[in-house]
């Protein structure tokens, strides 16, 4: 099982929806999440943390099962603005970050 | 704060020569990370320091690579010799406190290889 999955997309979706993604690790002593996006041609920015509670962020809302290790991102109200990649992060044993994949969403007029 | 600073941003270079890619951390920040971006494998990371020292040079790929810190503000990864495989995004990131505490990446430098 590879450390981090995601599915890859794209999704693409309307103006306006509500689209969630969905992150698992495999190293179950991770204690930090993350969530980055990262536009095209550009480096990726840190979007939200996410702990045990979940985190919410405006339209934004990331939450953490740890019992099934995954994370999730979701996002309401979706906005053309919101077309990128995002990249789930788990820490890798408090020392570094293992990227996953990224899911591409693509937020259409 | 001017952010993580990397140069070149873009370098073209023949097969066979030597590149030198620089990086200049938030300043305060103890942690320096290299990572690497393609298509096919996405992000992967190269190296990382803690304090100037090197820590994990696992993912460096083979010799051809070297990093070194040689202070708290400024890093260099070289490739030497340059092949065209090595053509991808090379990313530098610093943290205060490391991974739990969220990184910031520079811009990165392109780095096509002919």
């Known amino acids: 099982r590879k450390e981090v999955e995601q599915d890859p997309g794209p999704f693409n979706v309307p103006e306006g929806a509500t689209v969630a993604f969905n992150c698992t690790y495999s190293?179950?002593?991770?204690?930090?999440f993350f969530w980055y996006r990262q536009d095209c041609r550009k480096e990726p920015k840190l979007l939200m943390s996410v702990y045990s509670s979940g985190n919410e962020d405006g339209r934004f809302t990331a939450q953490l099962n740890r019992a099934s290790q995954y994370i999730s991102l979701l996002i309401r109200d979706s906005k053309l603005s919101d077309s990128a990649t995002y990249l789930c992060?788990?820490?890798?044993?408090?020392?570094?970050?293992?990227f996953g994949p990224g899911t591409r969403l693509s937020v259409l007029p | 704060d001017a952010g993580v600073i990397q140069s070149p941003r873009h370098e073209v270079t023949e097969m066979g020569q030597e590149v030198t890619l620089r990086c200049k951390p938030i300043?305060?920040?103890?942690?320096l990370f290299w990572y690497r971006q393609t298509m096919m494998r996405g992000l992967e990371l190269l190296i990382y320091?803690?304090?100037?020292?090197?820590?994990?040079d696992s993912g460096m790929p083979e010799d051809r690579f070297s990093a070194k810190m040689p202070n708290a503000s400024f890093s260099t990864l070289k490739i030497q010799p340059s092949e065209p495989r090595d053509s991808a995004v090379y990313f530098c990131?610093?943290?205060?406190?490391?991974?739990?505490?969220?990184?910031?990446f520079g811009s990165g430098t392109r780095l096509t290889v002919v």
């Open positions: 990131a610093s943290s205060r406190g490391g991974a739990p505490m969220g990184y910031t």
């Open positions: 320091f803690n304090n100037n020292v090197p820590i994990d």
């Open positions: 300043s305060g920040h103890d942690y």
């Open positions: 992060v788990p820490e890798n044993y408090g020392q570094n970050f293992v």
């Open positions: 190293n179950s002593a991770s204690q930090s």
